[in-house]
């Protein structure tokens, strides 16, 4: 498994009976989390004094409680700066779990030799953005959602990033990618982080089932000769690492020299001292 272990200003302290208690910064927030099916008691204080509690309803989706939590806070990574504010679907704006592959992919870009040019699909608030660019590479970041962009951008701003090389698009990643073939663009590497179930821009529809194997052999019609990564996450349960694994080797293998691996992501959790599991990657590292 890949640990996001090195955070400061995050941790899962303590998770039961569906639900997960977690520090983001200085505030606490409990919120739902269909991995944790153990019931053990929830004994650390924490669990009575949140700030934020999201209800899973049993009719689908939820809503916040709130105790003296601002409408907008900061947490940083290193270097970077994420601005985090409560929505609905239990978000925050960052996936925390994601800083394994951040590093990752900042530490392939720092030992590339050349420059490199990054696509950032379903790019969401801009962690792998931010820590590409961080890195020295160009980014095109691309998500459908204009509020998204926005808020990628207000992160770049207070990480010190707004002279980057970043392009920032709204737009269907599908139609994207499919205009970039057209043009003749080519990128080093790629990073796409789809969601189970979405709507582009336009009302386009995205199943990720359905969707995904297209899709990345679009997408791999736009890497170099010579790329340097491929990196896929998955949040859908029936796609596990080995699933992943195969779809990248179907794609790739006999067209792009290099090795593929896959695993689960996870963070650890403070009380217990083991690994919630939080999803899947795959990762082709071009040779």
Same mark, same amino acid.
């Given at each position: ?30 919120? %739902? ?5 153990? *019931?053990?008691?929830?004994?650390? %204080? !924490? ?15 939820? *809503? ?95 990480? !010190?990033?707004?002279? +980057? ?5 709204? *737009?269907?990643?599908? @139609? ?12 080093? +590497? ?7 179930? !979405? ?21 791999? @019609?736009?890497?170099?000769?010579? %790329? ?12 596990? %690492? ?46």
């Amino acid at each position: 498994m890949w640990i996001a272990n090195q955070w400061k200003d995050y941790e899962v302290i303590d998770t039961s009976k569906g639900e997960k208690l977690e520090r983001w910064g200085d505030y606490l927030l409990i919120r %739902p989390d269909p991995q944790v099916i153990w *019931d053990t008691p929830k004994t650390d %204080p !924490g669990w009575k004094k949140s700030n934020g509690h999201y209800h899973r309803s049993s009719r689908g989706g939820g *809503d916040w409680e709130f105790f003296h939590l601002p409408e907008q806070w900061e947490i940083t990574y290193r270097d970077l700066v994420f601005h985090l504010k409560p929505f609905k679907f239990k978000h925050t704006g960052v996936f925390p779990e994601q800083a394994v592959n951040w590093d990752w992919c900042a530490e392939k870009i720092r030992q590339a030799g050349r420059p490199i040019k990054v696509l950032n699909l379903f790019a969401y608030t801009g962690g792998a953005t931010l820590s590409a660019a961080r890195a020295g590479a160009g980014v095109t970041h691309v998500d459908a959602s204009k509020g998204m962009v926005s808020w990628a951008k207000e992160n770049a701003k207070s990480s !010190g990033l707004s002279e +980057a090389p970043i392009r920032w698009i709204v *737009d269907d990643c599908v @139609k994207f990618v499919e205009r970039e073939i057209r043009r003749g663009n080519t990128y080093d +590497a790629i990073i796409m982080d789809p969601p189970s179930y !979405g709507r582009g821009p336009k009302g386009e529809i995205w199943k990720i089932e359905d969707s995904i194997f297209p899709f990345l052999t679009l997408c791999a @019609k736009l890497l170099v000769k010579k %790329p340097l990564f491929l990196l896929i996450n998955s949040y859908t349960t029936g796609l596990q %690492p080995a699933v992943l694994s195969y779809m990248l080797h179907t794609v790739l293998d006999g067209n792009f020299k290099g090795s593929i691996s896959a695993e689960e992501i996870g963070l650890p959790v403070k009380n217990s001292g083991l690994i919630l599991p939080c999803g899947a990657s795959g990762r082709f590292e071009g040779r």
